[in-house]
């Protein structure tokens, strides 16, 4: 089994700054993707950004230059740097990995718990 625990979420002021984190722990062999989405209330999830085993990435066009998404690969962390936050960023963010357990095992996709960030004044 796989466990991925988050934290960094919060109260921040608009323009502020968060750096959410989220660990994976358990049976892993390799991790190939991992990622961040978030959730707004009535809205759907959507992606935030990504980062795979290489170390290339994706972004959201709404968040673009403005947060960074970054991984130890030691750690087995994802990190999610947020800067110049705005009330829109406002939601659930989720981190979501892709891994296998094994080696030339299947892929699994896992999910954390969820923690809130809150842009308010």
């Known amino acids: 089994q796989v466990q991925l625990v988050e934290s960094g979420g919060g109260l921040v002021q608009p323009g502020g700054s968060l750096r959410l984190s989220c660990a994976a722990s358990g049976t892993i062999f390799s991790i190939n993707v991992m990622g961040w989405y978030r959730q707004a209330p009535g809205k759907q999830r959507e992606l935030v950004a990504v980062i795979r085993s290489g170390g290339t990435t994706n972004y959201a066009d709404t968040v673009k230059g403005r947060f960074s998404i970054s991984r130890d690969n030691a750690k087995n962390t994802v990190y999610l740097r947020m800067n110049s936050l705005k009330s829109e960023d406002t939601a659930v963010y989720y981190c979501?990995?892709?891994?296998?357990?094994?080696?030339?095992?299947?892929?699994?996709?896992?999910w954390g718990q969820g923690t809130q960030v809150t842009v308010s004044s």
């Open positions: 979501n990995v892709i891994l296998e357990r094994v080696a030339g095992g299947p892929s699994w996709n896992y």
